[in-house]
């Protein structure tokens, strides 16, 4: 069992890691207004912007997490090695949604970003209107990267005219 001075000490960290996204958020999003003239580009480039950084955020509470789980003394064998496995899948998952976002980018793209379940996989695209040809063209790098089934993979097209 964790004692109770690291208990405080993790639950401090994880709390201050909140803080600070908290912070890098308004930070990045009133730099990004500054910044830009306003209008839907500005919604639009701040709304990937603020996904990216919850996103990353959320990730590095999981981490940290996962982290404490396996430093435990008090983890059982099983725990340590479910957390093992949690983690190994997360950083998997990263690094495919990393690529295949540069994937759609590198097709003709402005932006794109993926969100990766166990089943299904999410791709929300910078775009007004997909035609058939640029969602097949999204979906076969989806399938091909993943091996996932097209059945199990959404296009989302999102418009910057709302």
């Avoid at 908290?22 to 480039?45: C, D, H, M, P, S």
């Avoid at 949604?97 to 379940?117: H, N, P, Q, R, Y």
Wanted: no cysteine.
């Amino acid at each position: 069992m964790l004692s109770k001075k690291k208990k405080i000490v993790i639950l401090s960290g994880m709390v201050a890691l909140l803080v600070v996204t908290g912070v890098l958020n308004i930070v990045l999003n009133n730099r990004v207004k500054e910044t830009q003239g306003g209008g839907q580009q500005q919604e639009f480039q701040s709304l990937f912007m603020t996904y990216r950084t919850d996103r990353a955020a959320t990730r590095d509470q999981t981490m940290l997490y996962l982290d404490a789980i396996i430093a435990s003394d008090a983890s059982s064998s099983e725990a340590i090695a479910a957390a093992e496995e949690q983690k190994l899948s997360l950083t998997r998952n990263m690094e495919v949604e990393l690529a295949l976002e540069g994937l759609i980018k590198a097709v003709g793209f402005d932006d794109a970003f993926i969100t990766m379940s166990t089943e299904n996989v999410n791709v929300i695209i910078k775009a007004d209107a997909l035609t058939e040809d640029e969602a097949n063209r999204i979906l076969a790098i989806i399938v091909d990267e993943t091996g996932r089934s097209a059945q199990n993979v959404i296009v989302i097209p999102l418009s910057t005219n709302r």
